[in-house]
């Protein structure tokens, strides 16, 4: 089985930083776009930041210039990267990705969801 395992939430003060990690394990094939989303109370999932297979990236408007997302192929590893944060930040993030186990075809996967609280 494939799993997306999180780390790297918390509380963080205005203006502070974090680093996401979403590791995916099992028996892999490969691996295409990987992403996070986030929810915040009361709201839809809205998507992040996502990367191609290839490296290249897109971003929500409320997120670009203060968040970067990278990907370590070799660890099936995703990274978010998070700056200048500021109390509207605050959310459930969700690693996603599409996956295709050994032996079977590609599905999309999510995390189980790391906390994200930034406040004074």
């Known amino acids: 089985q494939v799993h997306l395992v999180e780390s790297g939430g918390g509380l963080v003060q205005p203006g502070g930083s974090l680093r996401l990690s979403c590791a995916a394990s099992?028996?892999?094939?490969?691996?295409?776009?990987m992403g996070w989303y986030r929810q915040a109370p009361g709201k839809p999932r809205d998507l992040v930041a996502r990367i191609g297979s290839g490296g290249s990236t897109n971003y929500a408007d409320s997120v670009k210039g203060r968040f970067t997302i990278s990907r370590d192929n070799a660890k099936n590893t995703v990274y978010l990267q998070m700056n200048s944060l500021k109390p509207e930040d605050t959310a459930v993030y969700y690693c996603?990705?599409?996956?295709?186990?050994?032996?079977?075809?590609?599905?999309?996967?999510w995390g189980q969801g790391t906390q994200v609280t930034v406040s004074s």
């Open positions: 996603n990705s599409w996956i295709r186990p050994t032996g079977t075809y590609a599905s999309e996967y």
């Open positions: 099992g028996s892999i094939s490969s691996i295409s776009a």
